[in-house]
């Protein structure tokens, strides 16, 4: 245990992505996750790191533009609506093929919304987010630990597949602290040829863009990335299974919301139902296989969220809707209480039976 | 030991959420599970802090403690918020100098800890909330009394490691209570 630190999770993001190598981070405070920010401050400099707090999170992002241009692991982080401030930028870098580390420590919304935890950008994260025909890796850690290991793999998917990974948190995720080994690093490297280094007259210029005015030539780049994504799809899923063998519902839940899930279904297994948890941690790409071959085994799935059901339609599209989807959530802020998620457990249980 | 979920409520300033991160830090030492989640935004400034800290030998599920096994009230807006969310025969530590009121509860244990008016008599006005969590760790038996100084060396900073001795006072003076 020697090597465990207490520490935020918004600090583990920032520690981890240092780990893994990044040495320009580019932010501007909001919270729930101004700690990554403060983080990065103290430490950046010390190691020969780039932290600077830009005018604003557009600035910010275009800055990451520019980084990732070069072919050096950058990121940015922000919380719900400064994220939305960033979506013209994430879209500029899935056209330019980019591989970028974007956080986001969401709060609740719509609009200014409020500071406190919710998971209310899952659709804005899953479906791109922004304009034009494009995917995000999405992340979903629950635990400290994972903010700090799933940051590291992070890194390395985007630059895998030339891509923007994005880190799905809340802010109860960002806040909290929990024992944490940073005993972490990146193993996987790749050449990055594309790279705007300067040409030292022995090649041909490297050209990073997202304009192609021939529709052949845009549609060409399309179906090119198209083609990653199926490879991400098929590969790159991760869930975590818990309770599932003989579980006869099973309760989806990312993040957050899965360990208030965990708590429900040791209670519920204590009154002799038979529930389990399927959670999700890539959330793009989601765990298709995973829950189809629950769906021939469950009598019904439970999808408990921090917004108004946004999961439900993968969860859905997933078990090809061979059976119901329930509803458990909270909103604007609210987190679902264990005892809550029971309730929907005992209810759901008895509504199938 | 199963677990302890603890609250550590009271108004931003008197070191809720260090007093909770020093007890975290004695579980992790100690090669428990923990968790330590605050509460965060405006609130914090002169309104309600609060820390949700659990101790556990079995992984911990959800860090938010919204039923208490122990409830350290420092301020009355805390005490009238939380005292009903204690579980039964849980036990709740108020800071009698600040508050006047009694615990209307009966199912739960009680102590009154004069611990703003001591420490401003022992002179470590800033650590009436170690006063408390030397009581709560005297009369919460899952805590334990040891790796008192090693902890708090992980949450002191090291420019302030001066203080690392009117913390152990602290502690002690509410041990002795």
């Known amino acids: 245990m020697s090597d465990m630190v207490l520490m935020k999770g918004n600090e583990a993001i920032a520690e981890a992505a240092i780990k893994a190598g990044c040495r320009h981070y580019f932010g501007y405070p909001i919270t729930p996750q101004t700690e990554v920010a403060a983080y990065m401050s103290k430490r950046m400099p010390k190691i020969g790191g780039v932290f600077l707090q830009a005018e604003s999170e557009v600035a910010a992002i275009n800055m990451v533009i520019g980084v990732a241009s070069t072919g050096k692991r950058v990121m940015t982080s922000s919380s719900s609506p400064g994220i939305s401030l960033k979506s013209e930028g994430i879209s500029y870098l899935a056209g330019c093929d980019l591989p970028a580390l974007v956080v986001n420590v969401q709060r609740g919304g719509p609009g200014l919304g409020g500071i406190q935890p919710s998971q209310s950008d899952y659709w804005q994260a899953v479906k791109g987010g922004s304009h034009g025909d494009f995917h995000n890796i999405v992340l979903a850690p629950a635990s400290v630990q994972e903010m700090a290991s799933l940051t590291v793999k992070g890194f390395e998917l985007a630059d895998k597949y030339r891509m923007v990974s994005m880190i799905l948190a809340d802010g109860t995720m960002g806040q909290m602290m929990e024992p944490v080994s940073l005993d972490i690093e990146s193993t996987y490297s790749v050449k990055k040829p594309w790279a705007v280094t300067g040409t030292k007259g022995e090649r041909q210029h490297n050209i990073v863009n997202s304009l192609f005015l021939q529709p052949e030539e845009l549609e060409q780049k399309n179906f090119e990335r198209y083609e990653r994504y199926k490879l991400i799809e098929a590969n790159e899923a991760m869930y975590e299974e818990y309770l599932m063998e003989d579980a006869e519902i099973c309760v989806v839940a990312f993040g957050i919301t899965s360990r208030?899930?965990?708590n429900a279904i040791n209670e519920a297994r204590k009154q002799g139902i038979k529930v389990g948890l399927?959670?999700?941690?890539?959330?793009w790409p989601f765990p298709k296989a995973a829950l189809l071959k629950a769906a021939d085994k469950c009598k019904a799935f439970i999808s408990v969220e921090m917004n108004m059901g946004q999961m439900i339609e993968d969860i859905e599209?997933?078990?090809?809707?061979?059976?119901?989807?329930?509803?458990?959530c909270r909103t604007g802020g609210m987190i679902p209480s264990p005892e809550q998620v029971l309730a929907k457990i005992i209810e759901v249980d008895s509504k199938e039976a | 030991?199963?677990?302890?979920?603890?609250?550590?409520?009271?108004?931003?300033?008197?070191?809720?959420l260090f007093a909770g991160k020093f007890l975290a830090y004695k579980g992790l030492?100690?090669?428990?599970?923990?968790?330590?989640?605050?509460?965060?935004?405006?609130?914090?400034?002169g309104g309600t802090a609060n820390c949700s800290v659990i101790l556990s030998?079995?992984?911990?599920?959800s860090p938010i403690v919204d039923k208490p096994d122990v409830l350290i009230a420092m301020n009355l807006p805390s005490l009238d918020k939380y005292e009903n969310s204690v579980v039964p025969g849980g036990?709740?530590?108020?800071?009698?100098?600040?508050?006047?009121?009694k615990v209307e509860r009966t199912d739960v244990e009680v102590f009154y800890i004069p611990a703003s008016g001591l420490a401003s008599e022992k002179n470590i006005k800033t650590l009436a909330n170690m006063i408390i969590t030397g009581k709560v760790i005297k009369e919460v038996s899952e805590i334990g009394s040891d790796n008192l100084e090693a902890a708090l060396n992980k949450v002191i900073s090291a420019r302030h490691q001066d203080m690392?001795?009117?913390n152990l006072d602290a502690l002690n003076i509410g041990a002795e209570l």
Not at chain 1, 278 to 283: E, V
Not at chain 2, 1 to 16: E, H, P, R, S, Y
Not at chain 2, 91 to 101: A, C, E, P, Q
Request: some cysteine; aromatic content about 8%; hydrophobic content about 40%.
């Open chain 1, 260 to 262: 208030v899930a965990k």
């Open chain 1, 278 to 283: 399927i959670r999700p941690i890539t959330l």
């Open chain 1, 317 to 328: 599209l997933s078990i090809r809707c061979k059976k119901e989807v329930h509803l458990c």
């Open chain 2, 1 to 16: 030991m199963a677990t302890v979920n603890m609250l550590f409520a009271g108004f931003g300033g008197q070191g809720i």
């Open chain 2, 29 to 45: 030492i100690e090669g428990k599970q923990v968790s330590w989640l605050p509460s965060y935004g405006p609130e914090m400034r």
């Open chain 2, 57 to 61: 030998d079995a992984p911990i599920g």
């Open chain 2, 91 to 101: 036990k709740i530590f108020v800071d009698s100098t600040l508050i006047g009121r």
């Open chain 2, 164 to 166: 690392l001795k009117y």
